[in-house]
């Protein structure tokens, strides 16, 4: 995991909290038996220790973490007693990282003396720098507190002694600790419902693009859970997975701490490569895949523990063994193999058990899942039907497989069934219109996909595709590309016939056709039409590639998925299908009628219906980018927009949110549009002041990149831009290609998160494509120009 020739971070943590400790030692015994005068400064005996220092010994706390590297140092020769310094939180368990604060108790029986001791201990640690979270406490006192707050309960269970009285510090943890095991029912629900409200607001560690390596779910602060749990002894401590995945975890935090020089836990993007290199990575990716890796393991982990609670806490599930399927059945709640069965025997006994247990919405019981793991032999391939059957019976669960398809991964099962799964396992999508990494992206359209299986003529198809349908972005190049090819060899060692081997293979390699042309063509162009049936060649794959692209923008995340594009896809849909049936498609309605009613305004009218904003006015060149510009001009990003012409109308409709705050109002912004429509609007001065006032952004982003699409229209050039979203975009873009003389016939503009991905349909002044080559690059350079 490290260089070879880079110190352990975990033999760095454990000699650091030795230093701690001997200079905590030092400030306490002067603190108790010295006359008072209050030190100056940090240097001399209260200076900041170093991370040099030989280990101290080991010891083993209540949950079966190890307390690397540190010491209970007693009374000592001085005999004090009647206080006790005892160290909490991370001190408290050896991993201070570089920013970790100290949190401290002073336990006292009453002493008169003990505020003198304790401004003797903290003044010199506040002099230091480091940050100190402290309380002086008795025992009766630390009690009543931990029995009341979580946060001290917590830190108390894993106190651990500095100096000065043992005693004092032994009492306080054999209270808290029967306290904790006596009301276990309620501050196990406590412990619990901490747990979930700090998932719901830090989210997923494993998926999440900047996560908070302590708060997220299956951060660093769950295994403590766990450890809380252990000590309640409820459930036994977490294992040696789990403990390999919590000191990762640490190892990330300390580098981080080192690269930013502050206690942070949140790992963000600009600092992933320099806290990849401090553990001897080669990359953020391979940074945030050992990520992932430890987050979905902790989370699993998490979860099992809290299904051991329950069951402990709510008494024993009604026994009994219902039946499932050949050789599983139910017992106790979940779901185990009947007598007689023998995974040794039946290589597809693990598809046949995952599909029982996500048919019946029930886990797998660990032991199970061990069973399976370890003694199932591999598939014979081709596979027999009766596996691939199980597999589609998996898949076709729906949601209820996600959590089966985990356990399995987590047992290392689904790599020895799909080889090809290792090179996707927990791959990373560093782009913020991803939720998942690669993996769980395809259980999860896979389970999304399920719910449209009886719209499509071979639902096992369509289930198979959607967990293959990414496959190819473990390997480089395009990843349609290389996972038409993965995606044929897998379908061939799941004994797929040829023919749907061939559909598969098709349609994991055009998955993204429908939502990209619908987002980036004009539909009303013949030639977008010819070509997306030439690709899609029979209805078959339509409906498959249809039902796939809802699927997968749903499991991609918000920003993939919406109304706006729904509606395009499913039109681009309508009009394939009847060029694939031989008739030609109907001709879609030139305007809605809400449309044809704003058009009856004349000189131009504007709707604005919540995000929505519609405009409708006589066509001229100018008129989109003039729109987009009110609207930047206003704080309002556009996310999408669709502009085209019937007749001699144009039609605008913008998709928009506010930047921040709250938004314009509508009838000021209507009232500005229709300046703008009318001549009456100067909105360059506008946005001019705007970019002045607004600071750089200091993250890098890639440059701009402006494509001339060919062979995309024959009445129209096609200009795709692709750029960091900014204010006024959309404008900029416009403006420069009406100094180059050219109108916009078309649109299609769309923001992917922080991307901007838009098309445009531009002809020059003679109603004709661009074609002199001459022409083309200046346009391209013009544009780019614009975008700097």
């Not at 406490?137 to 100096?163: F, M, N, P």
């Not at 339509?542 to 919406?562: F, K, M, Q, R, Y």
């Not at 001019?688 to 402006?706: D, E, G, L, Q, W």
Request: proline share 6%; hydrophobic share 45%.
């Amino acid at each position: 995991m490290m260089r070879g020739e880079a110190r352990s971070f975990a033999a760095v943590r454990k000699d650091r909290a030795a230093d701690i400790d001997r200079w905590l030692t030092d400030l306490f015994r002067t603190a108790a038996t010295r006359p008072y005068a209050r030190e100056g400064g940090s240097g001399g005996k209260g200076g900041f220790p170093d991370e040099r220092g030989p280990a101290a010994s080991h010891g083993t706390g209540p949950s079966g973490f190890e307390h690397s590297g540190i010491g209970h140092s007693g009374a000592g020769p001085n005999g004090i007693s009647g206080v006790a310094l005892v160290a909490v939180g991370s001190l408290g368990r050896g991993e201070l990282a570089p920013g970790s604060d100290l949190d401290l108790v002073l336990l006292h029986n009453g002493r008169d003396d003990v505020a003198r001791i304790a401004d003797r201990i903290w003044y010199p640690i506040w002099d230091s720098g480091i940050g100190l979270d402290h309380s002086v406490r008795t025992v009766d006192e630390a009690v009543k507190v931990a029995r009341e707050d979580l946060k001290a309960v917590l830190g108390l269970i894993q106190a651990r002694h500095v100096v000065g009285d043992p005693e004092l510090t032994r009492a306080v943890r054999e209270a808290v600790l029967a306290e904790w095991r006596a009301d276990s029912r309620r501050r196990l629900a406590e412990l619990r419902a901490s747990a979930d409200k700090r998932a719901e607001s830090g989210g997923e560690l494993a998926f999440l693009l900047e996560p908070d390596l302590k708060d997220a779910r299956g951060g660093l602060r769950d295994v403590q859970a766990m450890q809380a749990v252990a000590a309640a002894w409820v459930a036994s401590a977490p294992g040696p997975r789990v403990r390999e995945a919590y000191e990762l975890l640490l190892d990330i935090r300390h580098g981080l701490h080192l690269v930013t020089a502050r206690g942070t836990d949140r790992l963000v993007l600009q600092e992933q490569d320099a806290v990849a290199g401090t553990l001897g990575l080669l990359d953020a990716e391979a940074l945030m895949r050992r990520l992932a890796e430890a987050g979905r393991t902790v989370s699993h982990a998490f979860d099992a523990t809290w299904r051991t609670v329950d069951r402990l806490l709510t008494g024993p599930a009604p026994r009994g063994r219902r039946p499932l399927a050949d050789g599983v059945v139910e017992h106790g709640g979940e779901v185990v193999l009947a007598r007689g069965a023998n995974p040794r025997t039946d290589p597809t006994l693990v598809l046949r058990a995952a599909a029982a247990a996500a048919e019946a919405g029930l886990p797998l019981a660990p032991a199970t899942v061990s069973a399976l793991a370890a003694q199932s032999p591999p598939l014979s391939v081709p596979w027999p039907p009766e596996a691939r059957g199980a597999l589609v019976a998996l898949l076709g669960a729906g949601r209820a497989a996600v959590p089966v398809w985990e356990e399995l991964d987590q047992a290392g099962v689904l790599v020895k069934l799909i080889p090809d799964w290792e090179r996707v396992r927990h791959r990373p999508q560093r782009n913020p219109v991803h939720r998942y990494t690669v993996d769980r992206h395809l259980i999860e359209t896979a389970a999304g996909a399920a719910a449209f299986t009886r719209e499509v003529s071979r639902p096992d198809l369509l289930l198979i595709s959607a967990l293959l349908h990414d496959v190819g972005k473990g390997w480089p190049g395009d990843h349609s590309t290389t996972g038409e090819i993965v995606a044929r060899d897998i379908g061939t060692r799941m004994g797929l016939p040829p023919a749907d081997v061939e559909i598969l293979a098709t349609v994991v390699r055009h998955h993204l056709l429908l939502p990209e042309t619908a987002t980036r063509r004009d539909l009303d162009d013949p030639v977008t039409i010819s070509r997306v049936a030439d690709a899609v060649g029979s209805r078959e794959v339509l409906e498959l590639l249809s039902a796939l692209a809802v699927a997968d923008g749903n499991a991609t995340g918000p920003a993939a998925w919406n109304s706006w594009k729904a509606s395009l896809v499913s039109d681009l849909v309508r009009r394939v299908r009847s060029v694939l049936s031989g008739t030609p498609p109907a001709p879609a309605p030139a305007l809605s009628p809400e449309q044809a009613a704003l058009a009856r305004h004349g000189g131009g009218a504007v709707r604005v219906n919540g995000s929505a904003v519609t405009v409708v006015a006589p066509d001229r060149p100018g008129l989109l980018w003039r729109a987009a510009g009110v609207l930047a001009a206003h704080r309002m990003a556009v996310r999408s927009a669709s502009a085209a012409s019937a007749g001699s109308t144009a039609v605008i409709e913008f998709v928009v949110v506010p930047e921040y705050g709250t938004p314009p109002d509508p009838a000021t912004l209507e009232a500005d549009l229709r300046l703008v429509l009318a001549g009456r609007l100067d909105i360059e001065q506008r946005l001019a002041r705007r970019a002045r006032s607004m600071r750089p952004s200091r993250v890098p982003v890639a440059p701009p990149r402006v494509t001339l699409v060919d062979d995309a229209s024959l009445t129209a050039s096609v200009v795709e831009v692709r750029a960091h979203d900014r204010p006024g975009l959309l404008w900029r873009i416009g403006r420069a290609f009406g100094e180059c003389g050219l109108d916009v016939r078309a649109a299609r503009v769309e923001t992917l998160g922080a991307e901007a991905v838009d098309v445009f349909y531009v002809a020059d002044r003679t109603g004709r494509p661009l074609l002199d080559e001459q022409q083309r690059i200046q346009v391209r350079e013009h544009v780019l120009a614009a975008l700097r």
